[in-house]
């Protein structure tokens, strides 16, 4: 079983719609939780960055983490169309260097 | 400020063949890394330093080796590629203050024939 798990989609949905990502996580020392957010031929590009539980919002991008669950979650709100790319959730431990563990990505496409 | 920057960008090698994939970064960043991207893989670690002079093995290290002569530079070598080593490399880094994101490259596309 793999530390981090992410459906891989795709996940098509209607412009304007509200997107839900998940992620779970085998890991219970992980305590910094990561979305990056990866257009085609790019590199990923750091959307949310959250320590511990609870919830952080940016924009139309709030992320939740629920550790007693192991359950990590990003929503989109008013999906637009530049939204479509693939969404790695990321995590690690807390402490000097520690290893960033990601999930496979779920690719997602925000239909005009 | 261009952050981490990779290069090539795009490579075709013949089975065999050696090259070294750049990585620069203008952060001052004390960690960098490298990945590669396959289809259904995400991520995986293939070495990492955590400053000048320092280099570790990640998840998949055999067939790459790496170097950091330099603060600013994390090279990643193939001494003989082989088809299995296609793949996208990200370069990544990240400051050593404690509990902060990683920064990413734009990736080079290496074709192995």
């Known amino acids: 079983q793999k530390e981090v798990e992410q459906d891989p989609g795709p996940l098509s949905v209607p412009e304007g719609a509200i997107v839900s990502l998940n992620c779970t996580y085998s890991?219970?020392?992980?305590?910094?939780f990561m979305w990056y957010r990866q257009y085609s031929r790019k590199g990923p590009e750091l959307l949310m960055y959250?320590?511990?539980?609870g919830n952080k919002e940016d924009g139309r991008f709030t992320a939740q983490v629920d550790k007693s669950s192991k359950y990590i979650s990003l929503f989109i709100r008013d999906s637009q169309p530049s939204d479509s790319a693939t969404y790695l959730c990321?995590?690690?431990?807390?402490?000097?260097?520690?290893?960033?563990?990601f999930g496979t990505g779920t690719k997602l496409q925000v239909i005009p | 400020n261009a952050g981490v920057t990779q290069t090539p960008k795009f490579r075709v090698l013949k089975t065999g063949q050696s090259m070294t994939l750049l990585c620069a970064q203008d952060?001052?960043?004390?960690?960098m890394y490298w990945y590669r991207q396959d289809p259904g893989m995400g991520l995986r670690l293939i070495h990492y330093?955590?400053?000048?002079?320092?280099?570790a093995k990640g998840e998949v290290p055999d067939g790459y080796n790496v170097s950091r002569l330099k603060k600013q530079n994390f090279l990643l070598g193939l001494e003989s590629a082989a088809p299995s080593q296609t793949s996208v490399y990200f370069c990544?880094?990240?400051?050593?203050?404690?509990?902060?994101?990683?920064?990413f490259g734009d990736g080079t596309r290496l074709s192995i024939l």
């Open positions: 990321a995590m690690r431990g807390s402490g000097g260097y520690q290893k960033v563990t």
């Open positions: 990544a880094s990240m400051t050593d203050r404690n509990n902060q994101p990683q920064h």
């Open positions: 952060m001052n960043h004390e960690y």
């Open positions: 330093s955590v400053g000048e002079g320092t280099t």
């Open positions: 959250t320590y511990s539980s």
């Open positions: 890991n219970s020392a992980f305590q910094y």
